[in-house]
């Protein structure tokens, strides 16, 4: 399909409600990898970054990978998100094995059916907010859904800066627009390297708020890699790598007990 220049999103027209309605939670597993390797070159020694992963994020479930540094948390994200080639193992999306697709196919899945959001908010600065949010739809020629990003934008407070560039933001607010960029095309999972590493501690409540929000108002999937046991007191569940392993499962504790756990961790090894 050609690419459609972006419609302007109307905001006099009447915001639909956008309160908690608690959908039924979507059925089956949005991602799952098995024996996930991923090993680096680095001169004589390798570096393996990831030995053997297994493990399933089922559909309308927030799930924070933790780990010290070096753990392959942020490896196992961009491998499991199509950035990233393993060396050895599986990624399927849905029904679709990453292994089996051409560059190109790779491309048009992660515009269409995966969303990112990262630490830096990786904005155009010379597009406005409502440019940069449509922006993936429009590089992958697909026609906007207005009535759903009018939802989107109202949701995460952005209707009155659609206009704004992203310098007039705070960072916060530009967070947001990421986040409501990662939303737009409606995808079946959305991946977060550190989304709040670079925010302050109030405005961190908020983007994670808003982040619980998609999966308890939309149903939809998000898999966040984070350093912070408050930012992963957030989710459903928290997943331990040390060592390119996992090595826990936790149900949500609190910030207090993972931070117990992580404590825990004697060099990379959970007792």
């Not at 949005?30 to 680095?42: E, M």
């Not at 940069?132 to 697909?142: C, F, K, Q, S, Y």
């Not at 925010?199 to 890699?225: K, Y």
Request: glycine share 8%; proline share 7%.
């Amino acid at each position: 399909m050609p690419v459609h220049p972006a419609h302007p999103i109307d905001t006099a027209w009447p915001v639909d409600p956008v309160g908690p309605v608690a959908p039924a939670r979507p059925v089956g597993t949005a991602v799952r990898v098995a024996r996930l390797t991923r090993v680096y070159p680095a001169g004589r020694t390798p570096v393996t970054a990831l030995a053997g992963v297994d493990v399933g994020f089922d559909r309308g479930t927030f799930t924070a990978v933790m780990g010290p540094s070096g753990s392959g948390k942020s490896t196992l994200l961009q491998t499991a998100a199509g950035l990233d080639r393993p060396t050895s193992g599986r990624v399927v999306i849905g029904d679709t094995d990453l292994s089996g697709l051409s560059e190109t196919r790779l491309t048009e899945l992660r515009r269409t059916r995966i969303g990112f959001v990262f630490q830096a908010f990786n904005l155009i600065g010379a597009l406005t907010v409502e440019e940069n949010i449509v922006l993936p739809l429009r590089l992958a020629g697909v026609r906007p859904d207005r009535a759903w990003l009018r939802r989107v934008v109202a949701r995460v407070g952005l209707t009155d800066r659609l206009h704004h560039r992203p310098a007039a933001l705070s960072g916060g607010q530009q967070q947001r627009v990421a986040i409501a960029r990662a939303l737009a095309t409606r995808p079946e999972v959305i991946f977060c390297d550190e989304p709040t590493g670079a925010l302050d501690s109030h405005t961190a409540a908020q983007v994670l708020t808003l982040l619980r929000a998609v999966v308890d108002e939309h149903g939809l999937t998000v898999v966040m890699v984070t350093h912070d046991p408050v930012a992963a007191s957030y989710a459903d569940r928290v997943l331990v790598l040390a060592d390119g392993r996992m090595v826990a499962e936790l149900p949500q504790l609190g910030a207090a007990r993972i931070a117990e756990h992580l404590a825990t961790l004697d060099g990379r090894a959970v007792r």
